[in-house]
């Protein structure tokens, strides 16, 4: 950081503690002895993290957020990807048009598409909740698949899958033998990247539960209206221990700044 | 290579946008059940005449302008100083302004409870020193809402303005710098307008997202602070009024579009000039 | 001659653009022939209907004497290298030098050995467990013209393929392609826009230009009797003078000579010198000639040649030998 820039280096401070703060605020709660959110914390106690790991609706939460998260992941995958390879590389019609169609998800509010779902398939088709779920937060990572993995289409050489024609491979051959292992890093990346936002969702989820499946983002909020004891706190910790395992994993692999396109260090 | 059956693979993602994405949406939209266009027609009218509701839309509208403008205030010097720094530690400032995107917002907002809360750091710290007799009341205020959408959204803005700024030349600087021109100047004359397109897409998605955020005024604004997004939510879930629902999702849809409509609009005449 | 290829009144169509115009074109078996041109002139189009990548908008391609128009490139059987080199980046030298051989269903150890045998024909036996990313632009040369060359092609096509290496590492990949060639015996068809490599490596030339043939045949017919003026410019031709009865001849630079007298054979030309240049070899001299046209004339003189001390402002007489002066057609 350059002390030359006094203003430029003060507001990147106050930028950081904003940012970063309040994460370790939580995480110094989380280890309170005491019953209520209080700083600074009464004595030292892993009694919360006791508490969270069995709290059974956080349990169930947590393992149902999973799996539609890891559903939703491969499903917007299996979706994006063929689209994204017809969208560079077909001849499709009104090309813009279908890639502005795949991105539009990302700019109709969450909340919005989570009411239309709700009102639409849960209660007009009478669908469960899991189903709608599923559909909503695919339909919502189907952007990160088409935008992320199109970058990495964009990148390759378009020559490579000629040279593999020319020398004897079919076009599918092509395809599985050149291309998509030339994809690798940005499906990884958009898998992540989905993973991560389905299994933080909110705006979409919070009008799709129901009492057998309920997300654990969801299941947080409500426990915090209604109680304001530290086992949410305790909980954030754990999933921020994830969430920090996670990114480790993306810089050891892809690199972490690059997931998150246009920055290529 | 160019075929005309790959163009096929479209379709099944295109299946699932229209059945699970664009026909509900438009069908809430226009034709919830049992409402007719005309009863949401008539809800919106009310909204944007009504004292408390037009309250609430222009709580939205402002509290989004001002994260926006503190996001940009705050967000271009970190990308500036990280894209132009040599330092081994901008790598890791750099992935730490990034690593709260990964992080759920429900755990980001959270720590503004423990923050602002009256049992909190902020008012015990005041105690302790002496400057207040009582904890002041920071939370389920309008303050507490911008603090914590700019927590959410700074990555954000950081990261558009970051590659922006990592595009211009760096030798464009020095040439400038070599001309006469000062580091201020540099920066105003040539950083900042080379950048501009990547400031108004920052400017852009965040306003579409503090304008449209749940959590955090769920959380931090409570009854008293409402706004667009936690009225939708009452119309939906407390109160099953489809036609007050489908007027305030239009709202919110709108303004979401009107902003973005104006960002491509300025990003195209700043490319033509 | 054996025929290896022929274009049969081919055209393409790219909307309203015609890259190719009705060609003809007939490629030997075991030569090399380059298709030479300024870009856009139809050489690469004319390449990538050959190799498959592109079907023509009318005519035929025939490839061993079978029509071949529509068959798609996987089932040519050619080899070709990219501009690009289009080397697959995640596979080692040896990986991408035996992938066309794995999908002909090669046994393991008859690969590696054709992997191992290809790539010492290039020099690179020693970075057969390499990735593409380590090499030099020079050694992914290599890999891709092994890797083209590792499947026997009926044709080796090779897309301007020394344009992305520096200059002396291009003279000398041109030698060494010219011993592949002849170690392989492959018919070679060569894109390039360097009339330099052209001459140096064809057997027959090819000029191209908006999608038409100028002209072709071996370097030694063609140099020296340009079809035409466009030709003639393409081959580093100045000087174009038209005479009165209208035609036009030109003559290169180094062929003008500085004289004291005019001489009846052969081209006579007077002016005053504008510039000259000294380069090494040579000195470069520009002269307004005095035709009334303006026209610039330059000639090349060697530094040795005390003849030529002229200044600029002197009046020099200029003259060329009839037999270096090119009457063109047009």
């Known amino acids: ?265 | 290579m160019i075929s005309r059956r790959t163009g096929l693979l479209v379709l099944p993602g295109l299946a699932l946008l229209l059945a699970g994405f664009l026909v509900p949406s438009a069908a809430m939209l226009l034709a919830p059940p049992g409402v007719s266009p005309a009863d949401i027609l008539a809800r919106l009218g009310q909204m944007l005449t009504d004292p408390y509701d037009l309250a609430i839309i222009w709580r939205t509208v402002r509290l989004g302008l001002i994260v926006t403008l503190i996001c940009l205030v705050l967000g271009f010097p970190i990308a500036y100083l990280l894209a132009r720094s040599t330092s081994r530690w901008s790598g890791v400032l750099l992935a730490l302004a990034i690593f709260p995107l990964l992080l759920s917002n429900v755990v980001r907002t959270f720590g503004w409870l423990v923050v602002l809360g009256s049992n909190g750091a902020i008012g015990q710290l005041l105690l302790a020193l002496g400057l207040v007799d009582q904890a002041p009341q920071l939370l389920y205020t309008e303050l507490a809402i911008v603090l914590g959408l700019t927590q959410l959204f700074l990555p954000l803005a950081i990261i558009s303005c970051y590659s922006a700024v990592a595009q211009v030349d760096p030798g464009l600087d020095d040439a400038a710098r070599g001309l006469g021109a000062s580091r201020t100047r540099t920066f105003w004359g040539i950083v900042a307008p080379l950048s501009a397109p990547g400031i108004v897409v920052a400017a852009t998605l965040v306003f579409a997202g503090s304008a449209t955020a749940y959590t955090t005024p769920y959380l931090l604004g409570g009854s008293s602070q409402r706004m667009l997004s936690t009225q939708l939510f009452s119309y939906s879930s407390v109160s099953i009024d489809w036609a007050a629902a489908s007027a305030t999702a239009l709202i919110m849809t709108v303004l979401v579009f009107v902003v973005s409509g104006l960002s491509s609009l300025a990003a195209r005449r700043g490319r033509t000039s | 001659m054996t025929v290896a290829a022929e274009f049969q009144q081919v055209t393409q169509r790219f909307g309203d653009f015609t890259a190719v115009d009705a060609i003809d074109l007939t490629i030997p078996a075991g030569q090399l022939t380059t298709l030479l041109g300024p870009s856009g002139c139809g050489k690469t189009t004319s390449l990538r209907m050959l190799a498959g990548y592109s079907t023509p908008t009318s005519g035929r391609i025939l490839i061993d004497g079978v029509d071949s128009t529509r068959t798609p490139p996987e089932r040519r059987g050619l080899g070709m290298v990219f501009q690009s080199y289009a080397l697959f980046p995640h596979l080692t030298v040896a990986e991408n030098v035996g992938y066309g051989l794995k999908l002909r269903k090669m046994p393991a150890a008859e690969r590696k050995r054709v992997v191992a045998e290809t790539l010492d024909l290039v020099g690179l036996g020693h970075l057969a467990a390499s990735r593409p990313r380590k090499l030099s632009g020079g050694q992914q040369q290599r890999v891709a013209l092994a890797r083209a060359i590792a499947i026997r092609p009926k044709l080796l096509l090779l897309d301007e393929p020394l344009s992305n290496l520096d200059a002396r590492l291009r003279v000398h990949m041109r030698a060494e392609l010219r011993r592949i060639q002849a170690e392989t015996g492959l018919t070679v068809v060569l894109v390039t826009h360097d009339q330099d490599e052209a001459l140096e490596l064809s057997d027959q030339m090819v000029v191209m230009r908006e999608g038409r043939i100028l002209q072709q045949g071996a370097p030694v017919d063609v140099f020296p009797a340009p079809a035409n003026r466009l030709v003639a410019e393409f081959l580093g031709y100045e000087n174009f003078v038209t005479s009165a009865d209208g035609t036009l001849r030109t003559v290169r630079p180094e062929h003008l000579n500085v004289v004291s007298e005019p001489t009846t054979a052969g081209l006579t030309l007077e002016g005053v010198v504008v510039d000259v240049a000294f380069r090494g070899v040579d000195r470069l001299v520009t002269v307004d000639a005095d035709d009334g046209l303006g026209r610039t004339v330059r000639l090349t003189a060697d530094v040795r040649d005390g003849a030529v001390t002229a200044r600029p402002g002197d009046r020099i007489l200029l003259s060329a030998d009839q037999a270096h002066v090119v009457t063109l057609a047009g």
Do not use: C
Not at chain 1, 133 to 143: F, N, Q, W, Y
Not at chain 1, 159 to 174: D, K, M, T, W
Not at chain 1, 208 to 231: A, I
């Open chain 1, 1 to 265: 950081m350059s002390t030359r820039r006094p203003v430029a280096a003060t507001l990147a401070v106050a930028g950081y503690v904003i940012m970063i703060v309040p994460i370790l605020f939580v995480v110094a709660t989380s280890f309170t002895g005491g019953s209520t959110l209080r700083f600074p914390p009464e004595g030292l106690s892993l009694r919360w993290f006791d508490a969270a790991v069995h709290h059974t609706p956080f349990i169930t939460a947590m393992v149902s957020s999973l799996q539609l998260a890891a559903l939703a992941t491969v499903l917007a995958l299996l979706l994006g990807i063929p689209a994204t390879l017809a969208i560079h590389r077909g001849r499709l019609p009104g090309k813009g048009l279908v890639e502005g169609l795949f991105l539009s998800p990302l700019i109709v509010p969450e909340l919005v598409v989570g009411l239309a779902l709700f009102q639409q398939l849960m209660i007009g088709l009478r669908l469960d909740n899991f189903t709608v779920l599923l559909i909503g937060h695919t339909v919502l990572m189907l952007p990160y698949a088409v935008r992320v993995t199109g970058a990495s289409l964009a990148l390759a050489d378009p020559f490579v899958e000629e040279a593999a024609r020319g020398l004897g491979a079919s076009p599918l051959r092509a395809f599985f033998t050149v291309t998509l292992p030339l994809l690798r890093p940005g499906i990884f990346s958009a898998a992540l990247l989905s993973f991560v936002t389905s299994f933080n969702n909110v705006p979409l989820s919070l009008l799709l539960q129901s009492r057998d499946f309920r997300t654990l983002p969801v299941t947080m909020l409500d426990y915090v209206q209604q109680s304001y004891d530290p086992m949410v706190a305790a909980t954030s910790t754990i999933i921020l221990a994830g969430t920090v395992l996670v990114a480790v994993v993306a810089e050891r692999t892809v690199g972490f700044a690059r997931i998150f396109g246009g920055i290529n260090r």
